[in-house]
């Protein structure tokens, strides 16, 4: 290339700051040396994230880096796909000109859970996997959990044993957080503690019944790939296989995955991760804030570093109450926000009565907004829990103000979806019992008992030699048990017609879907959903692998009647608003028992967390930032005489030492004329009396 060639090609990095620019040439081109070795990028919130990992991925290609041997690992397929459209953007117009450099093609991004299934099934021969595995939800995981608990008579115990969806919570976290089990039910699950053995005994059963079925839950697509490079040759084979791996929003990895980084890059060459460590939230899903609090000290040399602290979004007094907040934290990568946006209004920390009056507040705050020019969409309401936002959806709801609450239903969760879904898996897997469990009972006159015989036989016999058709059912059922045993037997064909044959069981399940659903007309739209969604894939395994692993929102099963308004109020709960950003947010119960829960206060490390919850809710801000403290609020079923108000102080997280970034302020403010004064008497209606005269 000329030297002009050249000017023009790394024009595509001009637009980035100098933080921004470093981190993404670092070890590449004649910025390489043979020190390089692991990058950690500290993004603060609104700093160009995003912006920079894409453009380190393109320059990684511009420079001669081979995009089928690049692992981008991010937390959704959204995340994903959103990467690869700015890589492809950048690279067009870092090569311009060069041929055969137009389309970029990165086979090796998606989430954690999707590579590892896609890892899993090529690798599937060489460590005792069938390739043909399903994949468990989480619903149907519990339900085998649940079958395996019965089996073992742990749900006829004198004492209460745990519910399925408890023992699947304590599994989960035992494999993610690589914890003793011991510690960990002592620590978050202390009333389980003493079954400690007889979990140990189920859950070594749920394993077996796992392997037995030939299905995976969405912990084993980590584990399964951890134990893998636990073998040197295979994690030498791996390793050598991705050139370059980049991890975004490594602040929420587990230990798990941090495994399988170090396993496969074990001196660092070649691994970037990107994070913040002050947006470490999701602890509760076995997320660890060390693992990027730690990531430096993995290698030798120690990983690079590079903050970026210039943020995008919020204006600086936004900004300047957020650093005050969370430079409280007892251990961070050293990091202050700074923005050019400058503004004169501080955030407000407006204090009220009573959780009646804060919903008055938000009300006539976002009208307000509204009037001058700020859309109800433009603005979020954001709690620490879901029930907290219930006093302000019924005086939403009384004013006719229209909103959408995040943290609804997920597709597989309906139960309509999972009628279909079943069918599909038990179709793909005859083994996986509650597939085939649940698809067997949609037929009208088969029911527990003849679904459970119809499995063992279907268990017993050898490969290849289920014979459906022949399986004993009840007569009233045996022209419909026919209907189904040809459908599944088409879609297990090998080479079935895609997404044809999806659409056939579509059109079968019209008639369970009317029989078993008062609301089946409301529930087809999901379908309708499922069939356009199935269009978009190749096949049947592919589409149920990625279905399971990134679920779309229900269109249906949510709470409330779906919008007819172009406008509404954002409702979300802080860990579902984490990645997004509004012109104005307002964050509901800043005291003492809401932030920090009084859930999560047992350890300076929840504490810690909680501190790193009220920091995200306030960076979610672009311009206006309401907190707001109610001196008494409403809380439900905490003691024996039933619903009651308690007090409360304002959040530990804001001392009075960093009340001066605030702007205080009492709602509602006081009538013109009042100074105090005992109020002038008022004639008393006599109602009693009306009431009688009404029936005189």
Request: hydrophobic share 40%; with cysteine.
């Amino acid at each position: 290339m000329s030297s002009s060639d050249q000017a023009e090609a790394g024009h595509y990095l001009s637009r980035l700051n100098d933080a921004q620019r470093e981190a993404v040439r670092f070890g590449i081109g004649d910025t390489a040396g043979p020190e390089d070795g692991a990058l950690l990028v500290i993004a603060g919130a609104g700093s160009g994230k995003t912006n920079t990992l894409a453009h380190r991925v393109a320059h990684l290609i511009v420079n001669g880096a081979d995009p089928s041997r690049i692992l981008l690992l991010t937390f959704s397929r959204r995340a994903a796909d959103e990467m690869i459209r700015r890589v492809t953007r950048i690279v067009r117009q870092a090569t311009a000109g060069r041929p055969g450099m137009g389309e970029v093609e990165l086979p090796w991004a998606g989430t954690f859970h999707s590579v590892g299934a896609k890892l899993l099934r090529d690798y599937a021969g060489r460590i005792g996997l069938d390739p043909g595995f399903t994949i468990h939800d989480r619903e149907d995981s519990a339900d085998l959990m649940n079958i395996v608990r019965h089996e073992f008579g742990f749900s006829a115990k004198t004492k209460r044993f745990p519910m399925k969806g408890t023992c699947l919570s304590i599994y989960s976290a035992a494999v993610n957080t690589q914890a003793e089990m011991a510690a960990l039910l002592l620590q978050s699950f202390p009333w389980c503690a003493m079954w400690q053995a007889d979990l140990q005994r189920l859950f070594l059963g749920y394993v077996e019944a796992k392997q037995a079925q030939q299905v995976l839950d969405y912990d084993d697509l980590l584990l399964y790939w951890s134990q893998m490079v636990a073998e040197p040759s295979l994690a030498q084979e791996l390793g050598e296989r991705f050139t370059h791996i980049l991890v975004d929003e490594y602040q929420d990895t587990n230990r798990l995955q941090a495994s399988i980084l170090h396993a496969l890059k074990p001196d660092g060459r070649g691994l970037t991760v990107v994070g913040d460590d002050a947006q470490s939230i999701y602890a509760f899903r076995g997320a660890t804030v060390r693992n990027i609090l730690d990531f430096p000290s993995h290698f030798t040399p120690p990983a690079r570093q590079v903050t970026l602290d210039r943020n995008y979004r919020s204006t600086q007094p936004i900004l300047a109450a957020a650093n005050a907040v969370i430079a409280r934290a007892k251990e961070r990568f050293s990091k202050d926000l700074w923005s050019e946006r400058t503004s004169s209004q501080r955030p407000r920390l407006v204090t009220v009565k009573e959780d009646a009056e804060q919903a008055n507040f938000i009300v006539e705050q976002a009208l307000e907004r509204r009037e001058a020019g700020i859309k109800l969409k433009s603005q979020a309401v954001l709690f620490r829990a879901s029930h907290h936002s219930a006093r302000l959806e019924v005086e939403l709801t009384r004013r006719n103000i229209p909103y959408v609450k995040f943290g609804g239903l997920k597709f597989l969760e309906a139960a309509h979806v999972k009628d279909v879904l079943a069918v599909l898996r038990w179709a793909q897997n005859p083994r996986d019992r509650v597939a085939g469990f649940r698809a067997l009972q949609l037929l009208a006159g088969i029911g527990p008992k003849t679904a459970a015989r119809v499995l063992d036989n279907v268990v017993a016999a050898p490969a290849g030699c289920a014979l459906l058709a022949e399986q004993p059912v009840p007569e009233g059922a045996a022209q419909g048990w026919q209907e189904l045993v040809t459908l599944v037997e088409n879609l297990a064909q090998r080479g079935a017609p895609w997404p044809a044959s999806f659409e056939a069981v579509c059109r079968w399940y019209e008639e369970p879907l009317s029989r078993i659903y008062d609301d089946a007309a409301i529930r087809q739209g999901d379908i309708d959903q499922l069939a356009r969604i199935a269009a978009t894939y190749p096949g049947l395994e592919r589409f149920l692998t990625e279905l399971t692993l990134d679920p779309p929102d229900a269109t249906s099963d949510q709470a409330g009647v779906p919008l007819l308004d172009e406008d509404y109020l954002i409702l979300s709960t802080i860990h579902s608003a984490k990645g997004k950003e509004w012109p104005a947010v307002t964050i509901l119960n800043v005291v003492d028992g809401c932030l920090p829960s009084d859930l999560a206060t047992g350890s300076s490390e929840e504490i810690e967390e909680e501190r790193r919850l009220l920091y995200v809710a306030m960076t979610r801000a672009k311009d206006h930032l309401d907190l707001i403290v109610p001196q008494r609020f409403y809380t439900s079923g905490q003691s024996r005489m039933g619903d009651r108000h308690v007090y409360g102080s304002r959040s530990r997280f804001i001392p009075n030492s960093i009340v001066s970034h605030f702007e205080s302020m009492a709602w509602p403010p006081p009538k013109a004329g009042e100074d105090g004064a005992a109020a002038a008497p008022v004639a008393a209606v006599d109602l009693a009396a009306r009431m009688r005269a009404m029936w005189r």
